[in-house]
């Protein structure tokens, strides 16, 4: 059985206690992880305190920090492989995404390694004559970063890239089902030449340690990836240490198909966007909204493709479909799908977990037309399950599309260039895709709109989001400043 420790101002211990880490694939015991207490996160937001007013980080130029970035990104190419399988066999994510998605993480770290010594303060042209005025952007502080356990390596990249370009100190918290990448990327980290303390690894549960970390007194900031409950709790923490927040959480997004789409083109994106990685995606188009034209066609090549995904073991190149985290997921995708299921939905495939060991889940379509309010539509399922509505015109397109309390993620699937404008103009949410499906790219940044969260990761503003402001006045008259209390 693998052991894994946290880091904590530049050592490795094994912390307070210790929990045992499942294989989805398996069900089965593979791994002993650290569980952080209050003293481990008092310990590891101490570190980040020092870290940042230490000289050795303090006053490191912003090209030197480029510099270690850029060493950072080059030793995560180097390991990729290796991080690759640990989050394979922790989360269950099948290892040819793992292996891209981990390869590219290398990127990210690259942009905001570049990105360090171009976050620039402003001259005000000030309206006395006698002063110059100028902005500096300094780092906020010491930096909470708490991330889920689905592409964390990716979802910490856009937390500790642009948080460590502006100077700030991390205080990671991986999430307690499947830390093994992270507390692994730890290792890779230590390599890199980064002052002790600069980045803190830890993992917990929510009440002894991510609640404590993020009410924590210390901390500047939380930068936090999950669903709307846990973002709740820490908004309500923040009103202890007054943190600002970003809070990326979860979609129900919309996926919409015109009569005068690309069949072909959109029935693969659809089925990349709903059952890659398992479904267990925060910008998941689970939301499948299509003209009832060309409805019945789709649906046909819809399940077809559905039916014929290779479900196996996720350390299998062959695999396109591998098991859900964990049992919990599992069952609350049974759940939800009896109760839309009596709600009037109709199940077209899937729908019933697949025996044998490990949390496996086949691809799972419902057609809703028949039932508008079904528990499908409104809950995020984080598996591989969609959800199908159609409409008659655009207007009832995209009243279907809004009818959701998030906004993370879009797509709109049209030959029509003035409709996909119109739909750009009136889609609630942060990311809007037309005619493809799950692009990234460190240089555009993510996000969305209510029950999805708010704040920016990935590109500029994500960096500048890790600064604050300090305004500079400077007198330049030679002349004494005249006494205030005599009259002129």
Same mark, same amino acid.
């Given at each position: 059985?693998?052991?894994?420790?946290?880091?904590?101002?530049?050592?490795?211990?094994?912390?307070?206690?210790?929990?045992?880490?499942?294989?989805?694939?398996?069900?089965?015991?593979?791994?002993?992880?650290?569980?952080?207490?209050?003293?481990?996160?008092?310990?590891?937001?101490?570190?980040?305190?020092?870290?940042?007013?230490?000289?050795?980080?303090?006053?490191?130029?912003?090209?030197?920090?480029?510099?270690?970035?850029?060493?950072?990104?080059?030793?995560?190419?180097?390991?990729?492989?290796?991080?690759?399988?640990?989050?394979?066999?922790?989360?269950?994510?099948?290892?040819?995404?793992? =292996?891209?998605?981990?390869?590219?993480?290398?990127?990210?770290?690259?942009?905001?390694?570049?990105?360090?010594?171009?976050?620039?303060?402003?001259?005000?042209?000030?309206?006395?004559?006698?002063?110059?005025?100028?902005?500096?952007?300094?780092?906020?502080?010491?930096?909470?970063?708490?991330?889920?356990?689905?592409?964390?390596?990716?979802?910490?990249?856009?937390?500790?890239?642009?948080?460590?370009?502006?100077?700030?100190?991390?205080?990671?918290?991986?999430?307690?089902?499947?830390?093994?990448?992270?507390?692994?990327?730890?290792?890779?980290?230590?390599?890199?030449?980064?002052?002790?303390?600069?980045?803190?690894?830890?993992?917990?549960?929510?009440?002894?340690?991510?609640?404590?970390?993020?009410?924590?007194?210390?901390?500047?900031?939380?930068?936090?990836?999950?669903?709307?409950?846990?973002?709740?709790?820490?908004?309500?923490?923040?009103?202890?240490?007054?943190? =600002?927040?970003?809070?990326?959480?979860?979609?129900? =997004?919309?996926?919409?198909?015109?009569?005068?789409?690309?069949?072909?083109?959109?029935?693969?994106?659809?089925?990349?966007?709903?059952?890659?990685?398992?479904?267990?995606?925060?910008?998941?188009?689970?939301?499948?909204?299509?003209?009832?034209?060309?409805? *019945?066609?789709?649906?046909?090549?819809?399940?077809?493709?559905?039916?014929?995904?290779?479900?196996?073991?996720? *350390?299998?190149?062959?695999?396109?479909?591998?098991?859900?985290?964990?049992?919990?997921?599992?069952?609350?995708?049974?759940?939800?799908?009896?109760?839309?299921?009596?709600?009037?939905?109709?199940?077209?495939?899937?729908?019933?977990?697949?025996?044998?060991?490990?949390?496996?889940?086949?691809?799972?379509?419902?057609?809703?037309?028949?039932?508008?309010?079904?528990?499908?539509?409104?809950?995020?399922?984080?598996?591989?399950?969609?959800?199908?509505?159609?409409?008659?015109?655009?207007?009832?397109?995209?009243?279907?599309?809004?009818?959701?309390?998030?906004?993370?993620?879009?797509?709109?699937?049209?030959?029509?260039?003035?409709?996909?404008?119109?739909?750009?103009?009136?889609?609630?949410?942060?990311?809007?895709?037309?005619?493809?499906?799950?692009?990234? =790219?460190?240089?555009?940044?993510?996000?969305?709109?209510?029950?999805?969260?708010?704040?920016?990761?990935?590109?500029?503003?994500?960096?500048?989001?890790?600064?604050?402001?300090?305004?500079?006045?400077?007198?330049?008259?030679?002349?004494?400043?005249?006494?205030?209390?005599?009259?002129?």
């Amino acid at each position: 059985m693998q052991q894994f420790q946290q880091y904590i101002g530049g050592r490795f211990d094994a912390g307070t206690a210790q929990f045992d880490s499942l294989d989805p694939a398996t069900g089965q015991v593979w791994a002993r992880m650290p569980e952080a207490r209050e003293a481990d996160v008092t310990r590891a937001v101490q570190a980040a305190e020092d870290a940042f007013f230490a000289p050795d980080w303090a006053d490191m130029t912003a090209t030197q920090r480029g510099k270690l970035l850029m060493r950072l990104a080059d030793l995560v190419a180097e390991n990729a492989q290796r991080l690759a399988a640990l989050e394979t066999r922790d989360t269950g994510k099948i290892i040819r995404e793992t =292996s891209a998605q981990i390869a590219y993480v290398a990127d990210y770290y690259r942009y905001y390694a570049g990105l360090a010594d171009k976050i620039e303060g402003a001259h005000l042209p000030i309206d006395k004559p006698d002063m110059e005025v100028w902005l500096r952007r300094e780092p906020l502080g010491v930096v909470a970063a708490v991330v889920p356990w689905n592409s964390q390596l990716f979802l910490s990249a856009v937390k500790i890239g642009p948080a460590l370009a502006a100077g700030c100190t991390v205080v990671l918290k991986a999430s307690e089902e499947a830390p093994a990448p992270m507390l692994e990327f730890a290792r890779i980290f230590d390599q890199a030449g980064f002052p002790p303390g600069v980045l803190n690894v830890i993992t917990g549960f929510g009440a002894s340690c991510g609640s404590v970390l993020t009410a924590h007194p210390r901390v500047a900031h939380v930068a936090f990836t999950g669903g709307p409950a846990t973002a709740r709790h820490i908004v309500r923490n923040s009103a202890e240490n007054l943190a =600002s927040t970003s809070l990326e959480l979860g979609g129900k =997004s919309p996926f919409i198909v015109f009569e005068d789409a690309d069949l072909e083109s959109a029935v693969n994106a659809q089925i990349s966007g709903i059952f890659a990685a398992t479904g267990q995606s925060c910008v998941a188009g689970s939301r499948l909204i299509i003209a009832n034209k060309i409805k *019945d066609e789709f649906l046909a090549r819809l399940k077809e493709k559905a039916e014929a995904v290779v479900i196996g073991a996720p *350390d299998d190149m062959a695999t396109e479909v591998g098991p859900l985290c964990t049992e919990a997921q599992r069952s609350h995708a049974l759940s939800l799908i009896a109760s839309s299921v009596e709600q009037g939905a109709k199940l077209i495939t899937g729908g019933t977990a697949l025996p044998g060991e490990g949390y496996y889940f086949p691809p799972t379509i419902l057609d809703c037309t028949a039932a508008p309010e079904a528990a499908c539509l409104r809950q995020e399922f984080f598996g591989p399950v969609l959800s199908v509505l159609s409409f008659d015109s655009e207007e009832e397109a995209l009243a279907l599309a809004n009818d959701t309390a998030f906004g993370l993620a879009s797509g709109v699937f049209t030959q029509n260039l003035t409709r996909a404008h119109r739909m750009i103009r009136r889609l609630r949410a942060g990311i809007v895709w037309v005619n493809t499906y799950r692009a990234v =790219s460190p240089i555009a940044p993510f996000g969305g709109h209510g029950l999805s969260g708010h704040g920016r990761e990935g590109g500029l503003q994500a960096a500048l989001d890790y600064t604050k402001v300090k305004a500079v006045w400077l007198r330049t008259s030679d002349d004494p400043i005249p006494d205030p209390f005599v009259m002129r």
